[in-house]
Nanobody
């Protein structure tokens, strides 16, 4: 049973940084793509960034490009989302997700991801 546990959320001022972590267990993750999504207040869940575990191919939303960096540590089975120059509109619950069918090219569609963490709150004050 795949389990994803996020951590690292919190309250930060605009312009600050946070690093989110997603500890993964229970799967053969070399064949997976791992993604970060978020749900802002009153908004639908949206794609932020994704990475393939095997070759490290990355994909970013337009809002994340240039400010966020996704990475993975295979030895620790952990995926990270480094978020810099945070803005109030980045305030959301951030979710880690796993797609077991995309070993080479990560996707951005919510429905492609089978497994989800419980989410971690990120609040950016102005």
């Amino acid at each position: 049973q795949v389990e994803l546990v996020e951590s690292g959320g919190g309250l930060v001022q605009a312009g600050g940084s946070l690093r989110l972590s997603c500890a993964a267990s229970g799967g053969t993750f070399s064949m997976y793509a791992m993604g970060w999504f978020r749900e802002g207040p009153g908004k639908e869940r949206e794609f932020v960034a994704a990475i393939t575990w095997s070759v490290g191919t990355t994909l970013y939303s337009d809002s994340a490009k240039g400010r966020f960096t996704i990475s993975r540590d295979s030895a620790k089975n952990t995926v990270y989302l480094q978020m810099d120059n945070l803005k109030p509109e980045d305030t959301a619950v951030y979710f880690c997700a796993a797609d077991p069918r995309s070993p080479f090219a990560p996707g951005s569609q919510v429905h492609a991801y089978d497994y989800w963490g419980q989410g971690t709150q990120v609040t950016v004050s102005s």
